[in-house]
């Protein structure tokens, strides 16, 4: 599923309400807290952290995998994250992200100008999958 969002704090909470439609269409609820958390971390650094030329928009997949839920958040941006140490203010979303994923990372996007930031949460054996 591909969505595609305005750089503006609301899309995160609009993109995880899509999100968690999806994971109950899939029949998977079990991993729902940690997908929107995860979701959520990935998405806010791309609305707070990347400056891009009016119009463009920051794009939003997911994807059932043999490993898992993929998430995936492309910008336009050219900055790649940085895990930072954290503070009063900030400086956890990729260290959460890298506790509830079973492996994330960073790639640069296929045919476009910019990256995406992916993260694959794994589905329990024996869960609702």
Known sequence: MVSRWARHPRCVALARAELRKVLKRWGLAVVADDA??????????????????????IETRYSREPQGIRIEVHD????????RMPDVYGGRGLTIVAALAACWGTEVRDGGVGKAVWAVIAVPSGGDA
Not at 38 to 43: G, H, M, Q, R, T
Not at 76 to 83: C, I, K, L, T
């Open 36 to 57: 929107l958390l995860v979701l959520s971390e990935l998405l806010t650094n791309a609305v707070r952290h990347t400056r891009v030329s009016r119009g463009r928009e």
């Open 76 to 83: 336009a941006a050219q900055n790649w994250p940085q895990p």
